[in-house]
T-cell receptor, first 117, second 117 residues
Framework: DGGITQSPKYLFRKEGQNVTLSCEQN?????MYWYRQDPGQGLRLIYY???????QKGDIAEGYSVSREKKESFPLTVTSAQKNPTAFYLC????????????????FGAGTRLSVL | EDQVTQSPEALRLQEGESSSLNCSYTVSGLRGLFWYRQDPGKGPEFLFT???AGEEKEKERLKATLTKKESFLHITAPKPEDSATYLC??????????????????FGQGTRLTINP
């Protein structure tokens, strides 16, 4: 089955620690995204990537870093500089209109809930 | 500033009681309007995308409509399994556009729908 896999489902971070959230997709999508969801707020874009080895900051990139070394993978690192990391993190991907099919639809993984110890 | 606002924040209905959820948007260069369903602790599930005013899409008990300023998600004769948070999002051009594969989504805060049996 094609889809987006996020791991782990739950993650705990200690003070001063960097943690990495995994996102893998087997949909052959070019674009991938990371969002943060807080209670009562809409999803906010952290980073996005349109192609391998390229990524762009979203609206709330401070304290986060990403890499895109493979088309299938887009890991997110929450660094110690992110002072309020507790949230639900969602990874998404989209095919893009240049490759045909329904354009711009973003499909989401099941999420990772990050908490601070 | 691009903005998407959903109302009401929460809605409680009896089974079979039809109603509508509202999504108003102020975005420049709207490329598409998306509706997602999100169950607790899970990632959003794609429902509909609308691209031009006057467009309508239907799926089972749900129908989405679009005007130049807002979108409605109509739910007809809902069942308890329709209980979820419904998210609305508008697509605006991402920067930079390399292959037009990544498009920024601006999300509303969601409407939490509860259907009582």
């Amino acid at each position: 089955d094609g889809g987006i896999t996020q791991s782990p489902k739950y993650l705990f971070r200690k003070e001063g620690q960097n943690v990495t959230l995994s996102c893998e997709q087997n949909l052959n999508h070019d674009a991938m995204y990371w969002y943060r969801q807080d209670p009562g707020q809409g999803l906010r874009l952290i980073y996005y990537s349109q192609i391998v080895n390229d990524f762009q900051k979203g609206d709330i990139a401070e304290g986060y870093s990403v890499s895109r070394e493979k088309k299938e993978s887009f890991p997110l690192t929450v660094t110690s500089a992110q002072k309020n990391p507790t949230a639900f993190y969602l990874c998404a991907s989209s095919i893009g209109p240049s490759r045909g099919g329904p354009k711009n639809i973003q499909y989401f993984g099941a999420g990772t809930r990050l908490s601070v110890l | 500033e691009d903005q998407v606002t959903q109302s009401p924040e929460a809605l409680r209905l009896q089974e079979g009681e039809s109603s509508s959820l509202n999504c108003s948007y102020t975005v420049s260069g709207l490329r598409g309007l998306f509706w997602y369903r999100q169950d607790p602790g899970k990632g959003p599930e794609f429902l509909f995308t609308l691209y031009s005013a006057g467009e309508e899409k239907e799926k089972e008990r749900l129908k989405a409509t679009l005007t130049k300023k807002e979108s409605f998600l109509h739910i007809t004769a809902p069942k308890p399994e329709d209980s979820a948070t419904y998210l609305c999002a508008a697509t605006v051009p991402g920067q930079p556009l390399i292959i037009q594969g990544a498009q920024k989504l601006v999300f509303g805060q969601g409407t939490r729908l509860t259907i009582n049996p």
